[in-house]
């Protein structure tokens, strides 16, 4: 818990830097309750600042009695920063603050509502208000505890005010106040943002000597913050830190550790950094399978993503199907289409069940090769295995049909699927990297995206889809 040796002194001045220009400095400052009698009840008492400055108005903005008893309800920082915020023009301020407090839950403690008060107005993009409402709860004779300073600190940092929310960060440095790993990820993150990676070193050595039980919570945030950010070097340099004072690299350290190389990285950093995690003894994710395999997609090195594949176990369970699709990805971007259909087939011995992306893959080689018996041998397997076509499928079938000009013999591969569902689109997105996206797709996202979805079937789809490439191929000649 907070002690009382924080000041609001310090406040002062990050007030004048951030609601300067949307709140009386004045009026800010002076006190609209009298502490010594108020309490949770009692009425709005306007001290004579005040008075002056509401009765210096014209008459149709002068607050009412009826006006201020409709603040009653809330407790008196909520009341106050709302009568604040009315005399002060904010009513839209006011109102997200009215709907930010009456959408708690009833069962909630009065501290407690105020820090999510305090969070909902940060995230909505005030932190002024925020601030206003930690005043009023001083002045009111609620002692903000850690809880309510972290929510305050997080939403100064969280908008980009990093100066303010330093100078909260160094009042709790100096207090008793024991920071918690959200408010270290949160100024991280922020800090991260701006490009001031030094100050997240520096975040980083205070939270340590701050509270070294949690230093390799810590030190798990800032490798996240660098490696998020494409600072590789600085998220080695923390790891081997994190090394020498004796914690361990754990499996979500490791495997992040291997996700950005594969994003920021080269081809051969990518692969030392999974060298590393191998030497480990430590298991490659399914989130580090995929960004390795994306890296070399995009580096058309699909020989090596076999190897890769193979390296890290086609028989692993854990990952289900994504090391035999990305394997047929592999073949298939190539054309090799007899090794694709030999690892199909090794698929299925192994005991894995094609699934979705698996025949699409397959359709969408047989689709650009126009090898029109194989595709159709494909959709009765899909239909053989209960595996239900999605848009890629379709898709397959029209580009190979249209492009060789055979659209009116669209009935015939149609009449055995579903054309009156809705679609769906359930293949893994990284097939787009290898084929991209065909032109039904892409026609099809553009049309879905005017309507509601469920407005739409795969036959509405098909038919509006032949009446353009009708109307595409006419030839208008204007004299």
């Not at 996240?224 to 070097?233: A, D, I, N, V, Y």
């Not at 995009?298 to 854990?318: A, I, M, S, T």
């Amino acid at each position: 818990m907070a002690s009382s040796s924080f000041s609001p002194c310090w406040l002062h001045g990050i007030s004048s830097k951030v609601t300067a220009h949307r709140f009386n400095r004045k009026l800010f400052h002076q006190p609209l309750v009298d502490t010594s009698t108020s309490s949770l009840t009692s009425p709005i008492l306007l001290t004579t600042t005040d008075r002056r400055w509401a009765s210096s108005r014209p008459p149709d903005a002068q607050l009412s009695r009826s006006y201020r008893l409709s603040e009653f309800g809330y407790p008196a920082p909520v009341r106050n920063l709302l009568l604040r915020l009315k005399l002060n023009r904010s009513f839209v301020d006011a109102s997200v603050v009215r709907e930010c407090w009456d959408g708690q839950a009833k069962d909630i403690c009065l501290g407690d509502k105020f820090v999510l008060l305090i969070r909902a107005l940060g995230k909505k993009g005030m932190p002024d208000v925020a601030e206003m409402l930690f005043m009023e709860m001083k002045v009111s004779g609620f002692e903000p505890n850690c809880a309510t300073w972290s929510a305050l600190i997080l939403s100064f940092a969280n908008n980009g005010f990093l100066s303010q929310a330093q100078a909260i960060w160094d009042e709790i440095i100096n207090s008793s106040c024991r920071p918690n790993l959200d408010v270290i990820s949160g100024l991280m993150d922020a800090y991260g943002k701006m490009g001031q990676f030094k100050d997240i070193e520096r975040l980083l050595h205070e939270a340590n000597s701050r509270d070294p039980d949690l230093s390799s919570e810590f030190y798990t945030s800032a490798i996240h913050c660098f490696g998020r950010e494409g600072q590789l070097q600085m998220m080695e340099k923390t790891i081997k830190e994190m090394v020498s004072r004796g914690f361990k690299v754990t499996s979500q350290i490791g495997n992040v550790y291997v996700i950005y190389y594969s994003r920021f990285g080269s081809l051969l950093e990518m692969e030392t950094a999974y060298g590393r995690l191998k030497q480990s003894r430590l298991l490659i994710e399914k989130e580090a399978i995929r960004a390795i395999s994306l890296a070399y997609i995009r580096e058309r090195q699909f020989y090596k993503l076999g190897e890769f594949l193979r390296d890290v176990g086609l028989k692993r369970r854990n990952s289900q199907n994504l090391l035999w699709n990305l394997l047929l990805l592999s073949y298939a971007a190539n054309f090799k289409m007899k090794s694709l259909q030999r690892e199909f087939l090794h698929m299925s011995e192994a005991g894995f069940s094609p699934d979705v992306t698996t025949f699409n893959i397959r359709a969408l080689a047989f689709s650009r090769m126009s090898m029109f018996w194989d595709l159709h041998l494909t959709l009765e397997h899909m239909k053989h295995r209960n595996v239900a076509p999605d848009l890629i499928t379709y898709g397959c079938i029209i580009d190979m049909y249209m492009n060789k000009g055979l659209g009116r013999n669209l009935s015939f591969p149609l009449r055995s699927m579903n054309i009156d569902a809705s679609p769906q689109l359930v293949t893994d997105p990284i097939v787009y990297e290898v084929f991209g996206k065909g032109d039904f797709h892409s026609f099809c996202e553009i049309l879905m995206e005017s309507r509601q979805k469920n407005e739409w079937t795969y036959s509405k789809l098909v038919g509006v889809y032949q009446r353009k490439m009708y109307r595409s191929n006419q030839i208008f000649w204007n004299y």
